[in-house]
């Protein structure tokens, strides 16, 4: 938990560098937010209004944490654009996403790794 509440201390913060497992706690704990709201709209027989605006409320701390995590794989937050192509584009980012940090600093910052270690 303390991964998601730390994307979300850093709201809007589009430099540094994100390590993988502040990433892909932040997509978990989303996806399992997002699904315990929309199983109790769906108990309630809401519209489905609180789902949209918890997504309206993480999508600029999600874009910040996705461009943090391009920049720890020395990749500009640009390439956060390839997901509009259509399943190619998708494709590309997972693999963007999943691939290890780069070792050293780099011009995004140093690694948070070794500077959390």
Known sequence: MNWYLEVLKKYA????RARRKEYWMFALFNIIIAFVLGFIEGL???PGVIGI???????IPGIAVSVRR???????????????????GVIVLLVFM???SQPDENQYGPN???ATA
């Open 53 to 59: 605006i918890y997504g309206l409320a993480v999508l």
């Open 112 to 114: 948070p790794k070794t």
């Open 98 to 100: 999943v691939q290890d």
């Open 44 to 46: 309630a027989g809401g």
């Open 13 to 16: 913060v589009f430099s540094g």
């Open 70 to 88: 391009l920049h720890d794989t020395n990749r500009s937050g640009w390439w956060l654009l390839i997901g509009l192509i259509p399943l190619i």
